[in-house]
């Protein structure tokens, strides 16, 4: 068994004791937790652990998680822990953001919260030379990740994704689904123990306000050969440059991108309108994302040496170049520069997400307003502010289109996406 975690802190600062995964001591015997996301209401559990006498040595939400499931046992436990009954305890105490990874003993334990605001997915892990569909063997093993692409580099293959509000155990001796909590009320108690994950009473999540996936993640932060809700997030984003195509065409000789996720946006741009696609910009792959630098500083470096220009396919041409999106708008700017520098005519960004203009309290580094781009300068203004002869983003509802249009979900388990980010229009009450 093992468990690891790779994503940057966005509550509790870059202080070192928030790294993941966080371990206690419990009476039953070592915890650890690994989580993605961001609990909405933290200070108010924060204020509850604390007002049991129980000190918190961290501000990270990940310890009051550890915590949370390590203290007073739920009502009906006897001298064995009912892990499962204390997750869903803590699924009840906070409707949203997480997806969590628990380990205890020779267990580990998959959950999403009700809403499915973060992704998890089940691999499996089978014995080389066999089919994955070969009942007749027993897998090597399970594993749990945020995303899908990671089971091919440990070879594992998707079985599904975890549902919303569902509690998932590994064990020796197999996976099995123990519980969903539905959004925001439950009809009977459910519980599975056939060892067979899609062997689930359905109708127990069929009830209450949609799910709220995080619709960012086939914008951007997905690697583009993952799979969520049965469509791989290559073809959305494929789909998203076809529809920004359709809603704001412009004449121009080639079609570019910012790579890399913008990638299969531009392609997508270049298929609908018929212009030529060829690249423009030499990624130094040896940087990271910007996005994701912990501080403004730190982001203008990372751009300033991410990017080479190819002026050879830029001298005296009217440039598209495709953004998968523009959060802070510290990338474009310069990158518009450069193009110009080397030989561009016309540089036209088209934008293959709509404008941020709201902040995500779900796990998200887009903290205030006045940091989104889109909030800056009326959206006619935009182009000049950034140096662009144009510029346009994809509308909502083209965003929304293109992510349904390839969803393949089985046994009629219901979708719905987090808009949040774009619209305002959070899937739950903040406390604030």
């Given at each position: 068994m093992g468990l690891g975690h790779t994503r940057y802190s966005t509550?509790?600062?870059?202080?070192?004791?928030?790294?993941?995964?966080?371990?206690?001591?419990?009476?039953?015997?070592?915890?650890?937790?690994?989580?993605?996301?961001?609990?909405?209401?933290?200070?108010?559990?924060?204020?509850?652990?604390?007002?049991?006498?129980?000190?918190?040595?961290?501000?990270?939400?990940?310890?009051?998680?550890?915590?949370?499931?390590?203290?007073?046992?739920?009502?009906?436990?006897?001298?064995?822990?009912?892990?499962?009954?204390?997750?869903?305890?803590?699924?009840?105490?906070?409707?949203?953001?997480?997806?969590?990874?628990?380990?205890?003993?020779?267990?580990i334990y998959g959950v999403r919260d009700p809403f499915g605001n973060r992704p998890l997915c089940i691999g499996r892990l089978m014995p080389l030379g066999t089919?994955?569909?070969?009942?007749?063997?027993?897998?090597?093993?399970?594993?749990?990740s945020s995303e899908s692409c990671a089971f091919q580099s440990m070879g594992a293959t998707l079985m599904r994704e975890v549902y919303p509000g569902e509690i998932v155990e590994l064990s020796p001796d197999g996976v099995r689904s123990l519980d969903i909590v539905p959004r925001p009320k439950r009809t009977a108690p459910h519980?599975?123990?056939?060892?067979?994950?899609?062997?689930?009473?359905?109708?127990?999540?069929?009830?209450?306000?949609?799910?709220?996936?995080?619709?960012?993640?086939?914008?951007?932060?997905?690697?583009?050969?993952?799979?969520?809700?049965?469509q791989q997030v290559y073809s959305v984003r494929q789909r998203c440059g076809r529809q920004l195509a359709i809603e704001s065409p412009v004449d121009a000789d080639i079609i570019s991108t910012v790579p890399e996720s913008a990638t299969p946006a531009a392609l997508g741009f270049s298929l609908e309108s018929g212009i030529p696609y060829i690249e423009v910009l030499c990624k130094n792959r040896y940087v990271g994302r910007s996005f994701i630098q912990p501080d403004t500083r730190s982001r203008k470096?990372?751009?300033?040496?991410?990017?080479?220009?190819?002026?050879?396919?830029?001298?005296?041409?009217?440039?598209v170049l495709v953004d998968d999106s523009i959060v802070r708008g510290t990338t474009v700017g310069p990158i518009i520069q450069l193009l110009r520098q080397a030989g561009a005519k016309e540089v036209h960004i088209r934008v293959a997400s709509p404008p941020l203009k709201h902040p995500c309290y779900m796990g998200i580094n887009i903290p205030t307003r006045g940091e989104l781009l889109a909030n800056q300068k009326p959206l006619e203004e935009l182009a000049s502010h950034v140096g662009a002869d144009s510029l346009a983003y994809l509308s909502i509802e083209g965003l929304r289109k293109a992510v349904r249009q390839g969803i393949v979900l089985k046994n009629n388990i219901p979708t719905g996406h987090c808009t949040a980010c774009l619209d305002g229009n959070y899937p739950v009450n903040l406390e604030w």
């Open positions: 509550a509790g600062g870059r202080d070192p004791t928030n790294t993941q995964p966080f371990m206690v001591h419990t009476r039953h015997g070592p915890l650890a937790t690994a989580h993605n996301g961001e609990l909405i209401n933290a200070m108010a559990l924060r204020k509850a652990i604390m007002d049991r006498g129980v000190g918190l040595s961290t501000l990270s939400d990940s310890e009051l998680i550890t915590q949370m499931l390590s203290q007073a046992p739920p009502r009906g436990e006897k001298a064995k822990p009912d892990w499962g009954a204390r997750i869903r305890h803590l699924i009840e105490a906070t409707p949203t953001a997480y997806s969590l990874v628990v380990m205890q003993e020779d267990k089919a994955n569909d070969d009942e007749q063997r027993k897998p090597l093993g399970w594993v749990f519980s599975n123990a056939h060892g067979d994950p899609d062997d689930i009473d359905h109708e127990t999540i069929l009830l209450g306000p949609p799910p709220a996936f995080c619709i960012f993640e086939y914008v951007y932060f997905a690697r583009a050969d993952s799979v969520f809700e049965g470096l990372a751009v300033a040496k991410k990017f080479g220009a190819l002026s050879e396919n830029l001298m005296g041409r009217r440039v």
